[in-house]
């Protein structure tokens, strides 16, 4: 709950910041004609919806399980994650390309670009200080890992995905500064076409990982081995255990795991016996590991979970007949 906690606040400041920026640099692209000021505008703009996109989907993430969705909608996140990641490469990247290429084929002086300089620095501000928001929320939480070791492991793409939307958005103003310079400077008004385009692809770039990630989320992805080991830690103590086999795991959402595991129990317990220890393993998961929210369990043989275990490690080390429940 407190992660999510950070996550609103990290997307709320980044809603704010983009939707005053958006509001300036479309005035400032109006007034002076500038491509890349306008493709920076259409770029916050689309950041503000996505920032209430994310929103939405940690909303629709927190709902209970239902008929139609016993296991919780976790995965809501994941989704909505993918269609921003979607909206950055169609709507950011493809109408910053489109003014790019237009700006370039027909080029118009800019005007007042005092104008322009003072907006963009202003914008500066406004999105680092959006930008450090993210940066110090992302930095408590992936711990000692690198940054993109962190964001491969990460099972929370809101907040991620903030930072590089507005890292994005910092390289994008650099770029338009850059444009807009050389445009004044040396007369050439294509160069702020040709700044436009610039900032279209580290808009693509920034929206393509964003999609690998969460089209990672989305197929399922294993809770890390410190959640892997602890489940099998409890399983194995529990004195009707014989041996804990293994665990198969699977996020549905950031704080959401559902684990299958394999026991072998001791001898000679009966299917009561069984069915209690099952409960005892399901109370000390939900205190010692709560983010696993459904818990299944096999009886299962220490060699044939082996067994099993080889054929999804090396499918093509041979077949045999279908698990059976």
Known sequence: MAAQSGSRFVIFAAIAGNLLIAVTKFAAA???GSSAMLSEGVHSLVDTGNGLLLLYGLHRAAQPPDLMHPLGH???LYFWSFIVALLVFALGAGVA???????????EPIENPLINYVVLALCMVFEGGSWLVALKEFRRSKGKLGYIEAVRRSKDPSVYTVLF????ALLGLVIAFVGI????????PWF???ASIGISLILGATAVFLARESKGLLMGEPASRDVQSSILAIAQADHAVEKANGVLTVHLGPEQVVAGLSLDFVDHL??????TC???????????VPEVTALFVKPQTSQLWQERRERIVNPDAGTAAPDSE
Request: hydrophobic share 40%; no cysteine; glycine share 6%.
């Open 270 to 275: 009966s299917a009561a016996d069984i069915e």
């Open 192 to 194: 702020d076409g040709a």
């Open 181 to 188: 310079s050389a445009a004044h400077y040396f007369e050439q």
């Open 97 to 107: 390309f489109y003014e790019g290429i237009i700006h370039m084929l027909d080029p």
């Open 74 to 76: 976790g995965r809501e």
């Open 165 to 168: 939307e507005d890292s994005a």
């Open 278 to 288: 099952v409960e005892r393993l399901e109370a000390r998961l939900k205190a010692e």
């Open 30 to 32: 109006a007034y002076t």
